[in-house]
């Protein structure tokens, strides 16, 4: 299935918002909440030891231990900074991870808009083909196993219409559409109806 969308992934990138900025914002939540789990195990860590007094050049007052010749000095920014890279990091990685699950959603919510419009000539297609590969033989074979019947059902349909008083030939064909729409699966309003077709 070639789509416009599919070929401008800079362009569209957001392809479907959503579920994008939902998931992009789950991974982004995740790493701030291990952040915040971080810096908060440090602080307790520092208050328990500042407490007992001076430990590792720590003394009771935090302005004079955020000075580097302090042990809170030296290590303080770097886990900071670690911090904010990883946030940038899980950012980012939420938006490339967003988009790979958006185009899939993305390109089959078009099959399945073009399948319910009447189109049967349409197939499913990615670009990554062994990370879909079985669901695009599943979804290309529903449609292909649809185009079939009623490519049968047209053929059969046709020789009726060609000879109409030909009694014979319509029971024969009848019959054999009879055949193919047992194949479908269908709720049934009428029990003696199907009752028949069984």
């Known amino acids: 299935m070639n789509d416009q969308n599919t070929r401008h992934p800079f362009k569209n990138f957001f392809i ?13 939540l995740t790493f701030l909440i291990s952040a915040l789990l971080t810096l908060s ?11 007992k007094g001076s430990f590792y050049y720590m003394s009771n007052d935090i302005m004079q231990d955020l000075q580097l010749k302090s042990m809170l ?13 990883a946030i940038i990091i899980s950012f980012g990685i939420g938006l490339y991870s967003s988009r790979k699950i958006a185009v899939p959603i993305y390109k089959i919510e078009k099959w399945a808009a073009r399948l319910k419009n009447g189109k049967l000539n349409t197939t499913l297609a990615f670009r990554e083909e062994n990370s879909f590969k079985e669901l695009t033989i599943q979804c290309n074979g529903v449609t292909e196993f649809y185009r079939k019947i009623f490519s049968e059902i047209r053929d059969h349909n046709r020789i009726i219409t060609q000879k109409p008083n030909d009694s014979s030939v319509i029971m024969t064909h009848t019959d054999a559409i009879e055949q193919l729409l047992t194949k479908i699966e269908l709720p049934c309003s009428d029990p003696d109806f199907c009752k028949s077709l069984e």
Not at 17 to 22: E, G, L
Request: charged share 10%; aromatic share 10%.
């Open 73 to 85: 000095g030296i290590i303080l920014p770097p886990i900071i900074t670690v911090e904010l890279i």
């Open 16 to 28: 479907k918002r959503s579920i994008q900025f939902k998931i992009t914002g789950q991974i982004l």
């Open 41 to 51: 195990f440090f602080i307790c860590l520092y208050n328990s030891v500042s407490q």
